[in-house]
Nanobody, 128 residues
Framework: QVQLVESGGGLVQAGGSLRLSCTASGSTISSYVMGWFRRAPGKEREFVSVISWNGGSTFYAGSVKGRFTISRDNAKATAYLQMNSLKPEDTAVYYC?????????????????????WGQGTQVTVSS
């Protein structure tokens, strides 16, 4: 069983930056694909980014590509989401998620149903 805890959210002005962290307990994360999702008020949860078990492969939603960077430190059991050039439309609750990938062969996962564990979320608010 993996427990995920996000941190690093907050209020920032448009154009600013935040770095979200997702720390796992109960297990290492080296056998997990790590993903970030977000849910804005009144909207469905949407995919943001995913990273393979070793960090060698990443993918981003078009709305954040070029502005957000996903990374991970397996030794610290932590995944990160560096968010730059933030826009008001980035305002949402951000969730990290983990999916088992024992053989490192299925790293691309972009839908919530493909993930096994979720954090509680952290609020990001971008003011204009």
């Amino acid at each position: 069983q993996v427990q995920l805890v996000e941190s690093g959210g907050g209020l920032v002005q448009a154009g600013g930056s935040l770095r979200l962290s997702c720390t796992a307990s109960g297990s290492t994360i080296s056998s997990y694909v790590m993903g970030w999702f977000r849910r804005a008020p009144g909207k469905e949860r949407e995919f943001v980014s995913v990273i393979s078990w070793n960090g060698g492969s990443t993918f981003y939603a078009g709305s954040v590509k070029g502005r957000f960077t996903i990374s991970r430190d397996n030794a610290k059991a932590t995944a990160y989401l560096q968010m730059n050039s933030l826009k008001p439309e980035d305002t949402a609750v951000y969730y990290c998620a983990a999916a088992v990938d024992l053989y490192g062969t299925r790293w691309y996962r972009a839908t919530p149903g493909e993930y096994d564990y979720w954090g509680q979320g952290t609020q990001v608010t971008v003011s204009s």
